[in-house]
């Protein structure tokens, strides 16, 4: 079965900004770098296996502290 290029182009297409969102959303929360994430999970996201390895292995990284839960440890700090 012989598919137009358009199809094919267009799942290329799909799976670059279905890899770069769902990477930049999980690059946000655990990396500093988060449009450096985005650009690396799109480019996997053309070869389905690696891009799996790939979010398998940013779910698995630690998440950044946030700014709230820094700003409320500090205030629970006593000041000498």
Not at 9 to 16: C, H, K, S
Not at 30 to 55: D, E, H, Q, S, W
């Amino acid at each position: 079965m012989n598919l137009p290029s358009y199809i094919s182009i267009q799942a290329v297409v799909m799976l670059f900004l279905f890899g770069t969102s769902v990477s930049y959303l999980l690059g946000r929360r655990k990396t500093n770098r988060p449009f450096l994430m985005a650009l690396v999970g799109g480019v996997l996201a053309v070869m389905p296996p690696l891009f799996v390895i790939y979010l398998v292995l940013l779910l698995l990284k630690k998440d950044l502290p946030s700014a709230t839960a820094t700003a409320a440890a500090d205030l629970d700090e006593p000041k000498p």
